[in-house]
């Protein structure tokens, strides 16, 4: 559990990885750097898609920069294959802006969003006389 953690983006090594620090772990720069960030991407969104596969999570929150956000999206998007009835695909992927915190902070608001959807909490309203 020290190599992959849940919460504010990613954590490999006891070291967290967002959008934004990914581009600086990788650099600026040249072609080679730009593929190697090309394919992190797709495997990135690939194996979230697998974890959203498998566990049946239905909601992924991403945060960073749009530049990643786009391909991360689609490659999601490709790879998600858990389907409803009808061939929907049921996993949302919803941004947030404002770095690491606002990732955590967009999760647990999906899931507390997930666990009460499912709940009603009626109202009763008592006269007074």
Known sequence: LEDIGIGVGLVIRNQLI???????????GDSEKSESMDQFIEDLGHSLALVANVTGI??????????????????IA??????????KNYISISRVSGGG??????????ALKFLFSSLSFPLYLSETS
Request: aromatic letters at 2%; glycine letters at 16%; a negative charge.
């Open 101 to 110: 915190d606002a990732v955590a902070s967009g999760a647990a608001y999906a």
């Open 78 to 87: 490709l790879h998600a294959t858990r389907q409803g009835l009808d061939g």
């Open 18 to 28: 967002h959008g934004r620090s990914i581009r600086h772990l990788l650099g600026p």
């Open 58 to 75: 239905d909601e992924i929150v991403l945060g960073g920069g749009e530049e990643i956000l786009e391909p991360l999206e689609s490659s």
